[in-house]
């Protein structure tokens, strides 16, 4: 059976490319484990296909409640097949503006929660086999301007996916990395204002949507990716049988430029 056809927990699942890998799953006949804090969202996810959405409530900046919600999770259906560790946050800070709460929001959401949901989901795992996804980032590889510890993040992250596949593999737990490029969802429409401006109305409108058009045109193939492109290749990564510690980029070239 391919992973995708059975159980997968996916966080940051309201949204973006954790949203349209929901919708992959669903596509492929499997079940769907959500975890975002958004209870609404994570309601209506619910309504939305009763049978196959579980949704977990949780805030994953608070570290020392994510054992608890990986096992409610683990619980939700009985079982689980797979994780996808989507959730993640990004500040756009330069050098002198970056504060000390921003750094660890940012280690606790990107790092630290996937880490504890994946050492959770391990152990349920290791009886059984599975796959573990955790969405990085191309940035993990490529610095850009006042991202350096969302870039950081990432790069821990890619260290922690070659360490757990290393050590997961003889339990036929594969564990595998995918880094997008830039993706039309919410975390890139925050506007990136400089140290003290503030903006509102149309000029903040204009000011997103001329941030989106330079990022787009970074990219060889001229236009920013689409959540289930990428939601696609994570689809991919889960059911690939031999396949372990690798970091695979989507990212319409820009690793190239
Ligand atoms: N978009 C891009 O260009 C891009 C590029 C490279 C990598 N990525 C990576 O791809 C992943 C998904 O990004 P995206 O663009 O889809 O982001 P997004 O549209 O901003 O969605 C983020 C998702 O994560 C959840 N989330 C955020 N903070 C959370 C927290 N503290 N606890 C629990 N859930 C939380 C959000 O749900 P709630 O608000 O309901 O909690 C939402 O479902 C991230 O890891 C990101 O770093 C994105």
Known sequence: MRISQGTVIVTGATRGIGRATVEAILACGGKVVAIARDEEALRALEASEPERIRAVAV????VARVPEAAQRAIDAFGSIDGLVNCAGIARYEPVGAIGLDSIEAQVR???????LLSQAVAEHLRERGGAI???SSTLSERVAQSTMVYAATKAALN??????ALELASSGVRVNAVLPGGVETDMLRTPRLRPGESLSG???EQRVESQLAALAALHPLGRLGKPEEVAAVIINVLDQT???GSLVTI???LSLA
Do not use: R, S, Y
Request: no cysteine; hydrophobic share 45%.
């Open 59 to 62: 805030d994953l900046e608070d």
């Open 109 to 115: 959401v990107n790092l630290v929660a996937p880490l």
């Open 133 to 135: 996804v955790n969405v």
């Open 159 to 164: 260290t922690l996916t070659k360490g757990l």
């Open 202 to 204: 149309a000029e903040l």
């Open 242 to 244: 031999w396949q372990t």
């Open 251 to 253: 990212d319409g070239g």
